[in-house]
Nanobody
Framework: VELVESGGGLVQPGGSRTLSCVVS????????MGWYRQAPGKQRERVAA???????DYADSVKDRFTISKDSAQRTGFLRMNSLKPEDTATYYC???????????????????????WGRGTQVTVSA
């Protein structure tokens, strides 16, 4: 598994949580990345995207509450979630394009990438 998510759990409504996504492939770094979620009985939806050039995009349902970012080493991605609501309950997945610094240029910077790598997900439950 090239991407490993963590940080899920039970959180009260109105609370905050930060999800992490760590690259397990040695030497590889994140270029474009996204966070998705899927609730039981619902289709998977993209909640946030971060392009390699630093552009961001958010689903309307999470805008102004969630923030996507990655560390300076580009080995860990984050999803900061504030003001959580019960409807945010879902399994959250990170997805990313990865490349090594010495590799030829890969995919272009994009907010709409069909990511090459996916994590297995981390459960977030928002409930009192």
């Amino acid at each position: 598994v090239e991407l490993v998510e963590s940080g899920g759990g039970l959180v009260q409504p109105g609370g905050s949580r930060t999800l992490s996504c760590v690259v397990s492939k040695v030497g590889f770094r994140i270029t474009n990345m996204g966070w998705y979620r899927q609730a039981p009985g619902k289709q998977r939806e993209r909640v946030a995207a971060l392009s390699n050039s630093g552009g961001t995009d958010y689903a309307d349902s999470v805008k102004d509450r969630f923030t996507i970012s990655k560390d300076s080493a580009q080995r860990t991605g984050f999803l900061r979630m504030n003001s959580l609501k019960p409807e945010d309950t879902a399994t959250y997945y990170c997805a990313a394009d990865l490349r090594r610094p010495q590799d030829p240029p890969g995919k272009p910077s994009s907010l709409a990438s069909d990511y090459n790598y996916w994590g297995r997900g981390t459960q977030v439950t928002v409930s009192a």
